[in-house]
């Protein structure tokens, strides 16, 4: 019998099953906002709705242009997975919630190092949002506090 996953497994692994609704031919993501113990709202790695993805497309403008991960978003055509989530959840219920994030290679499958990016970490100070979980790499998880958030501590 498959041991029962502790919370933190439980919630980075469905922010991983998340993530394969993601559009992006690079990383997709998963974002999942818990309130209460209760999942409040999800969010993938996918173009704006009503614009083409870009598994649609079959092009990457920043993997034809070979831009490294972190640099030249604006020619992204993905709203990341905790912009998503927060949008989905609205600032009433994101405020106090945990976020838990996970990615993966779409071309080899292997789950990344998640973090989020500058711009998702400023959001996620302004949805009010308490603190946010990664999954790492090594199946590893780790937490952060959005800095500014009054238990910040570096």
Same mark, same amino acid.
């Given at each position: 019998? *498959?041991?029962?996953?502790? *919370? ?9 099953? %998340?993530?394969?609704? =993601?559009?992006? @031919?690079?990383?997709?993501? =998963?974002? +999942?906002? /818990? &309130?209460?113990?209760?999942? +409040?709202?999800?969010?993938?790695? =996918? !173009?704006?709705? $009503? ?7 079959g /092009? ?5 242009r070979?831009?490294?991960? $972190?640099?030249?978003?604006?020619l992204?055509?993905?709203?990341h997975?905790?912009?998503?989530? #927060? ?5 009433? *219920? ?11 290679? %779409? &071309?080899?499958? !292997? ?12 959001? #996620? @100070?302004?949805?009010?949002?308490? *603190? +946010? ?9 780790? $937490? #952060? /506090?959005?800095e =500014? ?6």
């Open positions: 019998m *498959k041991p029962r996953p502790g *919370k933190t497994d439980y919630y980075l692994n469905i922010a991983l099953d %998340v993530a394969s609704r =993601g559009t992006c @031919l690079r990383r997709n993501y =998963g974002a +999942v906002m /818990v &309130k209460d113990d209760a999942i +409040v709202a999800t969010g993938y790695s =996918g !173009a704006a709705r $009503g614009l083409p993805n870009c598994c649609d497309l /092009v990457c403008e920043r993997e034809v070979n831009i490294p991960r $972190g640099e030249r978003y604006e992204c055509r993905s709203v997975a905790e912009m998503n989530a #927060i949008i989905n959840a609205g600032r009433g *219920k994101a405020l106090g919630a945990t976020l838990y994030l996970a990615g993966y290679d %779409v &071309k080899s499958g !292997a789950v990344l190092d998640a973090e989020p990016c500058f711009l998702c970490k400023r959001i #996620i @100070l302004n949805a009010g949002i308490y *603190k +946010v979980i990664c999954r790492s790499a090594d199946g590893s998880s780790w $937490g #952060i /506090v959005p =500014g958030h009054p238990s910040y501590h570096e």
